[in-house]
């Protein structure tokens, strides 16, 4: 993790209004930087990986967390609220630009879909569910798009 990254997460989290939004801010920004560096043809040295966003985490909030934790959180309900959240979007729109905000859902699901694959519990509930109203959201977006003929 470099310098720049780690100060783009911790811009995010400063966003947060107490320190339990905060500490949410937080586990998603950096959560969607972990998966989003999954999204790459090269070989992943995983153990290199995890131990430096370990280290930040362990920085950041303290013992007891780690990468696996914070992955935990983002299949959780508590997720959703961050990423509904305004002061989140606005926060991770304008720092974290190199992933976008319509990749939110993507970056969930395929953490969902990993989760059902080690746990083998059922994924069902609040992320899905938010997951899916997103599809949904940019379906109806794509149809009104094309009925205007590529005017909003």
């Not at 959180?73 to 729109?93: T, W």
């Amino acid at each position: 993790m470099n310098p720049q990254l780690k100060e783009k997460i911790l811009a995010v989290m400063r966003y947060g209004a107490d320190r339990d939004e905060s500490t949410g801010f937080f586990r998603v920004a950096l959560g969607l930087y972990y998966l989003s560096s999954l999204m790459t043809k090269e070989a992943l040295d995983f153990k290199q990986l995890d131990r430096e966003f370990n280290r930040f985490i362990y920085q950041v909030i303290g013992k007891g967390h780690s990468i696996t934790s914070i992955l935990q959180y983002m299949s959780g309900g508590k997720v959703v609220q961050v990423v509904e959240s305004k002061r989140f979007l606005k926060a991770f729109g304008e720092c974290c630009t190199e992933v976008p905000l319509e990749n939110i859902p993507f970056l969930l699901g395929l953490n969902l879909g990993v989760a059902k694959d080690i746990s083998k519990i059922d994924v069902r509930g609040p992320v899905a569910d938010y997951i899916e109203r997103q599809r949904q959201l940019r379906e109806e977006a794509d149809a009104k798009f094309k009925e205007t003929g590529g005017r909003l």
